[in-house]
């Protein structure tokens, strides 16, 4: 309540009222909100995916596949309870059966007679089934075919039975006749269960006509049926007369079920103070220039055989040439400035070397230039184009040829760099990062173009180069923020070795450097 | 529960989920109940109130600590309001009016004896200009040149609008507390 002594003036009295005023929103507008900040995230990701006809087609193809695949499973659901229905039905007349079965043997052997007359019985069977049932008509259509059978039962004999059996050719009592075959072994003793898949067979109409032409073999050879076996198919043909239980009188079983729930307990998250930490991955290719920096720091023992260990024959330049590295990194932020990531790159370094003559061999016309000779000074196993060392070059007329060639000097790496980042502006669309690290070179590869201008593969495995050497890593990175997950970013990268990529310092030196420039994508977790 | 106004801003920025939906808790009942002030119905409000808050979340990067962060939800919220009504055409056609008194002034009213229910429900039954005009002068504290810009609107309309709706106020209150006396002396009979 206001004290009105203190509001003078209208709008006064009005902001007063209604400045703080407050009012619960329902709940469905922050579920409102929320979904649209889902689709708003996917929606950078995946921009107008909804315009992609192929997502049509696929959504589809789904649904119509649920549609048919819903209509199997419904059909398929239906036949099952009409089988379910058949075999109640089935096992209500094999227990009244059994009860009564062998009161009626004698008596209910004239009733079958009603085989007779085939259309009768072929009523009295399919009226038994479960499709043909009808709630309205089928008690009415029972209860005649039974007075039926009761009224002939008075005139028939069993030698009638017999011949009626053999001479039917009505589906049902053929079929009967089948399985009263099966069960005239046990001869009216057949447990319940298996009279059950007897009935149901007797009522299958699918498998009746092949039974017909078996029960219909079966009788024409058993001209000498004996009695039991027409006291079998008395049997059956009094199941199949005698009168169902009504759906009604079936035994009800209530299943009751407890369905346990909890209800979602709707829980307070606390407040978490803004995370700073954050995953990343990132990949990217850099356009580099990298320059191996080989210097040849003493005469090869090719050139020192010729005397020729003069500057001139020894010395040469590294030139850097197009280079290119693909990277891959993963990243976290570790506080609102600080990251670290690691990465795995491979680097494509190109470069030329130029400088010096070379020396070729008086007598194999073999030619080695001062790459060439000093990695054969350095290896322990390495044999040159020659075979045989540098030992061609000593004391064999060997002929120094003072005719400078470029040639090309490329490297394959592997590269692992571990680097620390500090970001200014973090929270800003464009901010700029500081990243300083270590990285290890695994050497893999270099192809040395040789004086005769074939290419020289040396591995890790030839003992040459080291097989992993450190660098030093820096560089500035700029980053665009697309969507709240992905950044696009340029790096400005400079590595340089810190180590020889030479095993032996003594008469190779290698540092290589390089400068590139890199563009990658980044993904936030 | 205690926040950080300024850690709160900083989860946002960086689109933290649980920050977004605690800044919702925290400001969305006072923010809902400006979208009622501005809209004829719940669920216009209900619409300006989830755009206000989409447009908070897309630009919360340009919020600088410089001024107090309600007041900046605020505003968001009150442009989202009024472009809704622009959307809805409500505020095509504001002119001046000619106001002719029916010669009875109307007592002015205490709006301590009424419920904010009330007051809301009769600012909903002005016409939509009047209505606008109201609340961008009254409760915003708005001037009239400054709402003839926003609205696009000579300030003599503002101006007349606003003295409009006063009166329509006016008259609403006097007669809910007529009302309400009313109800209150059948009670106590």
């Given at each position: ?216 073999d079966a009788a024409a050879s058993g001209g000498h049926v004996n009695n039991q076996v027409a006291a079998a198919i008395q049997s059956t043909m009094a199941l199949a007369l005698l009168p169902t239980t009504p759906y009604n009188d079936l035994d009800i079983h209530m299943q009751k079920r407890y369905v346990f729930f ?246 190779l030196d290698s540092r290589p450097y390089l400068y590139g420039v890199s563009w990658g994508m980044r993904y936030s977790f | 529960m205690t926040f950080n106004e300024q850690e709160l801003v900083q989860g946002c920025k960086q689109r933290n989920r649980i920050a977004q939906k605690k800044l919702y808790e925290v400001f ?116 009239h040149n400054e709402i003839a810009q926003k609205l696009g609107i000579s300030e003599g309309t503002s101006k007349s609008q606003y003295a409009r709706a006063r009166g329509l106020l006016q008259q609403k209150l006097n007669k809910e507390k007529r009302f309400n006396d009313g109800s209150v002396r059948d009670k106590q009979?």
């Open positions: 309540m206001m004290d009105p002594s203190e509001i003078n003036n209208f709008e006064d009295q009005w902001r007063k009222a209604l400045k703080e005023a407050s009012e619960a929103p329902p709940q469905s507008v922050w579920e409102g909100i929320e979904a649209r900040l889902d689709q708003q995230d996917k929606g950078m990701i995946l921009p107008l995916w909804w315009q992609s006809s192929k997502i049509w087609y696929a959504a589809a193809s789904i649904a119509a596949l649920l549609l048919v695949g819903g209509g199997i499973w419904y059909s398929n659901s239906g036949m099952k309870g009409n089988k379910v229905n058949t075999e109640i039905a089935a096992k209500q007349i094999a227990k009244e059966s059994v009860s009564s079965e062998n009161k009626f043997s004698e008596k209910a052997s004239p009733e079958a007679s009603v085989g007779a007359d085939a259309g009768n019985q072929q009523l009295a069977l399919q009226d038994n089934k479960p499709e043909s049932s009808k709630p309205a008509g089928k008690p009415a259509i029972r209860r005649e075919n039974q007075t039926l059978a009761f009224e002939k039962s008075a005139q028939s004999t069993s030698d009638a039975l017999r011949n009626n059996a053999l001479r039917s050719n009505g589906k049902g009592l053929v079929s009967a006749a089948k399985n009263s075959d099966s069960a005239a072994g046990s001869s009216g003793n057949t447990p319940a269960g298996d009279r059950d898949v007897a009935l149901a067979k007797a009522e299958d109409p699918v498998t009746t006509p092949v039974e017909t032409n078996v029960s219909r909890r209800p979602e307990v709707i829980k307070e998250e606390p407040v978490a103070p803004a995370k700073n930490t954050e995953y990343y991955a990132a990949l990217s290719l850099m356009p580099a220039s990298f320059n191996p920096n080989l210097t040849v720091k003493e005469a090869p023992v090719g050139f020192s055989g010729q005397s020729l260990s003069t500057r001139r024959a020894v010395s040469g330049t590294s030139e850097a040439g197009a280079s290119y590295a693909v990277q891959t990194q993963g990243g976290m932020r570790i506080s609102k400035h600080w990251s670290v990531e690691m990465g795995l790159s491979y680097l494509k370094g190109n470069s030329t070397y130029e400088g010096g003559g070379y020396v070729l061999n008086a007598f194999s016309n073999k030619s080695a230039n001062v790459l060439e000779n000093a990695y054969a000074g350095v290896a322990p196993g390495y044999a040159g184009m020659n075979g045989d060392k540098a030992a061609d070059f000593l004391n064999n007329g060997a002929l120094y040829i003072d005719v400078a060639k470029t040639v090309s000097n490329n490297y394959q790496y592997l590269q692992l760099p571990v680097q620390a980042g500090f970001t200014i502006y973090p929270e800003k669309k464009f901010n700029a990062s500081i990243l300083g690290g270590m990285m290890a070179n695994f050497f893999l590869s270099n192809d040395l173009e040789s004086a005769s201008g074939e290419i020289i593969t040396t591995k890790a495995s030839d003992e040459i180069y080291r097989s992993m050497n450190w660098a030093a890593t820096t560089g500035l990175r700029f980053n665009y923020r697309l969507s709240p997950r992905w950044n696009a970013n340029l790096t400005g990268s400079y590595q340089k070795s810190v180590t020889s990529g030479f095993r032996s310092n003594q008469s | 969305g009942g006072k923010l809902f109940a400006i979208c009622l002030r501005y809209t004829k119905n719940r669920a216009d409000a209900e619409d300006v109130l989830q755009d206000a808050f989409i447009k908070i979340y897309e630009n919360i990067d340009s919020f600088r600590n410089d001024s107090p962060l309600e007041y900046w939800l605020r505003s968001v919220v009150v442009n989202t309001a009024l472009n809704h009504l622009r959307q809805q055409k409500h505020l095509k056609d504001l002119d001046d009016i000619d106001l002719h008194h029916n010669g009875i002034a109307d007592k002015e009213v205490t709006l301590g004896d009424f419920q904010l229910k009330q007051l809301l429900e009769v600012i909903k039954e002005l016409p939509t200009g009047c209505q606008t005009i109201f609340n961008l002068y009254a409760i915003e504290g708005y001037q009979l």
